[in-house]
């Protein structure tokens, strides 16, 4: 292995110290400007691998990860490390040193595995940028795209399924469409961008993906629901599909509840 950790296994690069520096620093501007609530966290396994599976809001500027992390290592500390899986396009340069530091892997089983197998959290967004670009009109409904691998690495891994549903995060600009049909005419597919995203916000009113508009200050409320033990509900040979529909259904059964506590766009 290299001293600068390049040859490292991604679950190795996590900095506890860099962790608690950003959490410190970050976690208190984020919750504040957003008026972050995070809900549920006595349900989260006390030890363990476990396998938290997250609705995905915000587009490029998503607060979801900067929302749940601080507040998990604030109840549970910083002995059991919180992975996130990310895309491959996000390590780039220096950015990705640091985010690796900071508990962000590449999205792959084989990552997600060994970091489910050494007890840590991992936390997945199955819809990925499908999901976080989704239109506001239909914010309050848990759309994966078909994505059903993370039922496989929680299998595999012989961990719980933790779902978790967040809003508001749809409601920081004006999501207008994915773009995914414009992006599929113009061959963009082939260079694996699924979508383009057009919405409306603020400081340059439309945008195509560019101009990246700031997020409005929208109140985003997270709340983790009761782990999934899919061996006890499913049997040691599980039904992708039925496990993922009963997945998605409780979340949406969660965000619907969050949905009809909201009075307002924005705020909340």
């Known amino acids: 292995m290299g001293s600068n950790g390049v040859d490292k296994p991604e679950v190795a690069k996590w900095d506890p110290g860099f962790t608690r520096q950003i959490t410190n620093w970050v976690g208190p ?5 957003f008026r972050a609530e995070v809900r549920g966290l006595e349900l989260m396994p ?3 691998g476990a396998l938290v599976v997250s609705n995905h ?3 490029m500027f998503t607060p979801d990860v900067l ?10 500390g910083f002995d059991r490390p919180v992975y996130t899986l990310a895309h491959y396009g996000v390590f780039i340069a220096n950015v990705g040193d640091w985010l690796r530091r900071a508990g962000v892997i590449e999205a792959s089983r084989e990552n997600a595995a060994n970091a489910l197998r050494s007890g840590a959290v991992v936390l997945v967004f199955p819809g990925g940028d499908y999901d976080s670009y989704r239109p506001t009109l239909t914010e309050n409904v848990i759309d994966f795209g078909g994505r059903t691998g993370y039922v496989r690495t929680a299998v595999e891994s012989g961990v719980p399924i933790v779902p978790m549903v967040s809003i508001g995060g749809q409601e920081t600009q004006l999501f207008l469409a994915r773009g995914d049909s414009i992006a599929k005419r113009l ?8 979508i383009l995203p057009i919405s409306i916000g603020f400081p340059f009113g439309l945008s195509v993906v560019l101009p990246p508009n700031l997020p409005l200050p929208s109140k985003v409320v997270t709340r983790v629901l009761e782990p999934i033990d899919i061996a ?6 599980p039904d992708v599909d039925e496990v993922d529909l009963h ?6 059964k969660a965000l619907d509840e969050l949905a009809r506590e909201r009075r307002f766009p924005v705020l909340g």
Do not use: C, N, T
């Not at 061959?187 to 699924?194: F, H, I, Q, S, T």
């Not at 997945?247 to 949406?252: G, S």
């Open 67 to 76: 929302i749940f992390a601080p507040a998990f290592y604030g109840k549970f």
């Open 232 to 237: 006890a509900q499913f049997g040691d040979d």
């Open 46 to 48: 006390e030890a363990g």
């Open 187 to 194: 061959g963009l597919k082939k260079a694996r961008v699924e």
């Open 57 to 59: 809001s915000g587009g």
């Open 247 to 252: 997945v998605r259904a409780v979340m949406q």
């Open 29 to 33: 501007v984020i919750k504040r400007y």
